[in-house]
């Protein structure tokens, strides 16, 4: 076994998801695709991101981010990841971030808004910060990862693609992504057909959110 177990409780991480290395497949603001159709959440004013799991077999991962202009937010933790790994240099606006993102790879943290500032910037958290802010993690880039670190840690079943090279990969994911959009659209198509009492049943994970 190669996976390394870890006996220290204090590098025990005190996420409640595990960290995983992901290809970022859409990056879009006042996005308008089938996942945030099905949102109750407005959607206007934030953004979605999705990436597939290189690492680990799971399913697309989505992080939404509500715009602020205060640190103390969502979009605060999102602008200072993208700082603290250079991504937003160079980039004139939102649009040439976003163009930037898509096929990037990162490793995702499960973190809260607050405890990603404070870990980050050393920043002490305002009293009365809105609970959720507390309490619900999101997944925040921390960390740029090489194309060529694949080739010890990407899972079985995309590992003949990147032994085609990135591009290979990067189609077969955005492929992937694709499909992944369809199924969501066909799903919303039914919801809509269906009488309202019954679209109350309807239950789609945003836990991200
Ligand atoms: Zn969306």
Redesign the pocket.
């Known amino acids: 076994m190669s996976e390394r177990i870890i006996i220290d409780w204090d590098k025990l991480s005190d996420s409640l998801r595990e960290p995983f290395v992901g290809l970022i497949t ?1 990056a ?1 603001w006042n ?1 308008n ?1 089938p ?2 159709r099905k949102s109750p959440i407005q959607r206007n004013n934030r953004l ?1 991101i999705a990436m597939l799991p290189l690492d680990k077999e799971l399913d697309f991962q989505h992080a939404w981010y509500n715009y602020s202009g205060k640190k103390w937010s969502s979009w605060g933790a999102f602008i200072l990841s993208m700082k603290k790994l250079g991504v937003t240099v160079g980039c004139r606006d939102l649009q040439e971030l976003l163009q930037k993102l898509k096929g990037m790879l990162f490793e995702f943290e499960s973190i809260t808004v607050v405890k990603y500032i404070e870990r980050e910037t050393g920043m002490k958290c305002p009293s009365r910060l809105p609970e959720m802010l507390e309490k619900k993690e999101t997944w925040i880039p921390v960390r740029i990862v090489r194309e060529n670190e694949l080739e010890f840690c990407i899972r079985d079943d995309l590992r003949q693609f990147y032994s085609q090279g990135m591009d290979r990969l990067r189609e077969i994911a955005n492929n992937l992504w694709q499909q992944e959009l369809k199924k969501h659209e066909e799903e919303l198509k039914q919801i809509e057909q269906t009488s309202p009492s019954e679209v109350e049943t309807y239950e789609y994970d945003f836990s991200n959110e």
């Open positions: 859409h879009e996005c695709c996942i945030c979605h």
